[in-house]
């Protein structure tokens, strides 16, 4: 059985990633999630917030008796202790690619084009195999349209671009107004992979405090679904980006349908935090189980099997969506 799978030009065992997330922020978190049998390991974010506290920090110190201010300008408090800060992540970079045989991937989070970008020619030196630019940014300007949200993100990607060699994919959320139309633009501008998608964490209100909650909820089986649709339009349109599915994966029936769907890897954080590293190996086994009892030889035999076949995916899709609606049965619907 052949499990290995391409994503950004990089030869992976098998299409399963452990995605970002606090579980891959040390080497021997990452030595832990290779030996349960990730194809691939993506460190932990880099967070924007985090260079500028520390550039901050630096300039504060070296401008003692000058008119400095005290103050942090930043929203992000507590950026050192979410991994080791931006010269500890470059250490992790290089001590984590030395110490395992899978693709180790970086990942930069940031919203705006600024000297903080220069850090991924420094992930980029520290030998990371490719880089994961994760744009986390909500609009929420009444003026902003949507073209500028678009614009504003390829100009984002292009300025990382213009830094570094190495592959990088670009991590979003589905919230563009036309999100193929963006998708071919980060592929025409020399994106290598599109990760769909990034879930926007969203608050809410504890009713005892009287106060915004913003407890981390992860994610269920239950949200491929929008995946499942944005993967099957776009797998085999995009002639260089390579895709992956990140959201919602915690068992191998994830993993088979958005292979099916057109994904070339598969993500997960949720369930590994959920589960364990260890998970990951029900996760490939069940994956060849599942080849193995349907008679597929290869994980590359069912990569977008399931793409629309209309040449026309937008009216298949709406086809769908009324037959969704009058196929509809229930307790309280008589038909």
Not at 91 to 108: G, K, Q
Not at 219 to 246: K, M, N, T, V
Not at 291 to 309: E, W
């Amino acid at each position: 059985m052949d499990l290995g799978t391409s994503y950004l030009g990089l030869t992976l065992r098998n299409p399963i990633i452990a995605s970002a997330s606090p579980l891959s922020g040390d080497v021997a978190a990452v030595r832990r999630l290779e030996d349960a049998g990730a194809g691939a390991v993506v460190l932990p974010s880099l967070f924007e917030e985090q260079i500028r506290e520390e550039e901050r920090l630096i300039e504060m110190l070296t401008s003692v008796g000058a008119d400095s201010n005290p103050e942090a300008g930043s929203y992000f408090p507590a950026a050192m202790k979410y991994n080791a800060g931006p010269l500890g992540y470059l250490e992790l970079v290089a001590r984590a690619r030395a110490a395992v045989d899978i693709p180790v991937i970086a990942s930069l989070n940031g919203t705006t084009e600024a000297g903080w970008i220069d850090y991924a020619e420094l992930i980029e030196q520290a030998g990371a195999a490719a880089l994961e630019l994760n744009i986390y940014r909500i609009a929420s300007g009444p003026t902003v349209t949507g073209g500028e949200a678009e614009a504003d993100c390829l100009a984002l990607f292009q300025a990382v671009r213009s830094r570094v060699k190495l592959p990088i994919a670009v991590k979003l959320h589905p919230y563009f107004s036309a999100f193929g139309a963006l998708a071919r633009q980060l592929d025409h501008a020399g994106a290598d992979g599109l990760v769909l998608f990034n879930r926007l964490y969203q608050p809410d209100i504890d009713l005892a405090r009287l106060a915004w909650s913003n407890d981390l909820a992860l994610s269920s089986a239950g949200e491929i679904r929008l995946g499942l649709l944005w993967l099957s339009l776009l797998a085999g349109r995009l002639p260089r980006a390579s895709l992956a599915a990140g959201t919602g994966v915690e068992t191998a029936d994830e993993v088979v349908k958005y292979l099916l769907a057109g994904a070339d890897v598969v993500m997960t954080a949720s369930a590994l935090l959920r589960h364990g590293p260890e998970h990951l190996r029900s996760l490939v086994s069940d994956l060849e189980a599942w080849l193995s009892a349907h008679d597929f030889a290869s994980v590359t035999a069912i990569k977008g099997l399931l793409r629309p076949s209309h040449p026309d995916a937008e009216a298949q899709r709406r086809g769908d969506y009324i037959g969704s609606l009058l196929g509809y049965r229930g307790p309280y619907v008589n038909r």
